[in-house]
């Protein structure tokens, strides 16, 4: 299903609409691919005289950040899970006739030494370039992802697995923006090694992420008010926990809401149960059962150092910033 994006968000054509619209004309299909540290997602798209147009998103968590921040070396098992996922998801492609790709890498591939050798190997066995780009660059990408959604002063973060981006901006224009090593993927290697974790474990990983905010958010943070916005993986898994959502459903998570209170209910119930019982939680995605928690604490800790009490979902993310960017913006 199909959703077009005008510079606010607007609601999803019906199958009817969608099938008169593929008979009239045959669209021109491109692809964005996302190789996080946690999971590498595509999102196929179209461009419709300078409207984004969604046509298919998908996600493979294949953990390219695994070890990284021990060994500074992206894991054989992560290039082979990746590598999988890329072949798989040019197949899906190929089945929507996409004639352009673009694909960026980020937290893990940024920080790994052996990155260039398997940016060769992608290139080799799949004829994929993939550019890794700076933090800077990725909140940037979020940022104009989330501006063709909402207008108003917003504070968009985004918890990935290797890293958290921090991004100002007020009418559609980043003012200013960062990017802190801290991530669901790597904090949950350095702090978390008890199923469940312990006591100590959550208080040592709480203490340094807050210490680690505040250090580099003294002078970074904007006066009040604005919105605080949450996109990426974190974000809309606790959305879906919260909702009790069986299957993802976008419209349900988009602009959907999580305060403060509701926040540590959350980490409450997440704490006390093991790795195994987590993934069987309705609404968590199995695959990110054990970083959940990381990722909880790390919004906690936003929540701290702006004294906000609700943030705000946003199910468009990099993706949407990184299609755009790319195909859109420049040909207008």
């Known amino acids: 299903m199909e959703k077009q994006l005008n510079n606010k968000c607007e609601s999803t054509l019906d199958d009817a609409e969608l099938d008169q619209m593929v008979t009239k004309e045959k669209k021109r299909h491109l692809a964005v691919i996302d190789i996080g540290t946690n999971s590498t997602r595509m999102l196929i798209f179209r461009n419709d005289h300078g409207k984004l147009v969604r046509v298919n998103k998908s996600v493979r968590y294949t953990r390219m950040g695994q070890g990284v921040n021990q060994t500074g070396r992206l894991h054989p098992d992560a290039e082979k899970r990746n590598l999988e996922a890329l072949e798989e998801y040019k197949n899906i492609a190929a089945d929507y006739d996409v004639e352009e790709f673009y694909l960026f890498g980020t937290s893990a591939m940024r920080d790994a030494e052996n990155t260039v050798a398997y940016l060769d190997a992608v290139k080799e066995k799949l004829g994929f370039n993939i550019e890794v780009i700076s933090g800077e660059a990725e909140a940037e990408l979020g940022f104009v992802g989330v501006s063709q959604c909402f207008e108003e002063k917003i504070l968009i973060f985004d918890i990935g697995g290797g890293s958290t981006e921090l991004i100002y901006g007020e009418d559609n224009e980043i003012k200013r923006m960062m990017s802190i090593n801290l991530g669901c993927v790597r904090c949950t290697e350095e702090y ?48 879906t926990i919260k909702q009790e959502l069986k299957t993802y459903c976008s419209e349900m998570v988009h602009e959907s809401t999580i305060t403060k209170d509701e926040l540590e209910r959350l980490i409450e119930r997440l704490a006390g149960k093991t790795i195994k019982e987590r993934q069987n939680m309705v609404g968590l995605e199995a695959k990110r059962a054990d970083i959940i928690l990381a990722g909880a604490f790390l919004l906690l800790n936003i929540f701290k150092i702006t004294g906000e009490t609700i943030f705000t979902v946003c199910d468009y993310d990099n993706l949407e910033g990184a299609a755009y960017r790319r195909f859109i913006m420049e040909n207008k």
Do not use: C, H, V, W
Request: aromatic share 12%; no cysteine.
């Open 192 to 239: 978390l090694f008890s199923d469940p974790p312990t006591f100590q474990e959550l208080e040592r990983m709480n203490e340094r992420i807050y210490a680690e905010f505040e250090k580099r958010t003294k002078d970074f943070l904007p006066t009040k008010p604005y919105k605080l916005i949450g996109i990426g993986g974190t974000a809309t898994s606790l959305s």
